[in-house]
Antibody, heavy 121, light 107 residues
Framework: QVQLVESGGGVVQPGGSLRLSCVASGFTFSRYGMHWVRQAPGEGLEWVAVIWYDGSKKYYGDSVKGRFTISRDNSKNTLFLQMNSLRAEDTAVYYC??????????????WGQGTLVTVSS | DIQLTQSPSSLSASVGDRVTITCRASQGISSYLAWYQQKPGKAPELLIYAASTLQSGVPSRFSGSGSGTEFTLTISSLQAEDFATYYCQQLNSYPQTFGQGTKLEIK
């Protein structure tokens, strides 16, 4: 069965950096695009970034562009999110999710359980 | 960026009720819209993609419709397990965006 397991969250000071990981299993990781989505405490979902199945294309949300970098290692079935210049407003649960496209339409069909990032001094 | 506006933001209903949630896009997105359900402390789960296609395993009381700028999610007969928060997402263009959510509560 498809599993996505995030790790790497924790408490970091403003201006600091953190690297999140998402290990995938139960499917051929190298055939799927992958997303990061976050959710601030008590708030809604915010799309963060996507990476193509082969890493050839990456897109970011406006609030993280230039500070966050999405990457992947298909040999290790792992997705990453490098977060730099962190701000208090980056505090959130970060989810990784699989991008499923069929018939020209896509969706996020599997999600991890999330990892909490807290930016605080 | 494409903005998605859901209405209502919250809704009280009873078991057995029929409920409809609307998602409006700030510009046309064809049928590139998905709906998710999220329960407290859990990750979102996919309900519907391509505006109207039911994800495998999702009960048939859920349905979606619409195209262009206006979309609806309908639950034909609410069950106790349906009380949750629902989000729409546009996948037409980057950056992808979510609606602000609709919290469905028990009356």
């Amino acid at each position: 069965q498809v599993q996505l397991v995030e790790s790497g969250g924790g408490v970091v000071q403003p201006g600091g950096s953190l690297r999140l990981s998402c290990v995938a299993s139960g499917f051929t990781f190298s055939r799927y695009g992958m997303h990061w989505v976050r959710q601030a405490p008590g708030e809604g979902l915010e799309w963060v970034a996507v990476i193509w199945y082969d890493g050839s294309k990456k897109y970011y949300g406006d609030s993280v562009k230039g500070r966050f970098t999405i990457s992947r290692d298909n040999s290790k079935n792992t997705l990453f999110l490098q977060m730099n210049s962190l701000r208090a407003e980056d505090t959130a649960v970060y989810y990784c999710a699989r991008d499923e496209c069929s018939g020209g339409s896509c969706s996020l069909d599997y999600w991890g359980q999330g990892t909490l990032v807290t930016v605080s001094s | 960026d494409i903005q998605l506006t859901q209405s209502p933001s919250s809704l009280s209903a009873s078991v057995g009720d029929r409920v409809t949630i609307t998602c409006r896009a700030s510009q046309g997105i064809s049928s590139y819209l998905a709906w998710y359900q999220q329960k407290p402390g859990k990750a979102p789960e996919l309900l519907i993609y391509a505006a109207s296609t039911l994800q495998s395993g999702v009960p048939s009381r859920f349905s979606g419709s619409g195209s262009g700028t206006e979309f609806t999610l309908t639950i034909s007969s609410l069950q106790a397990e349906d009380f949750a928060t629902y989000y729409c997402q546009q996948l037409n263009s980057y950056p992808q965006t979510f609606g602000q959510g609709t919290k469905l509560e028990i009356k």
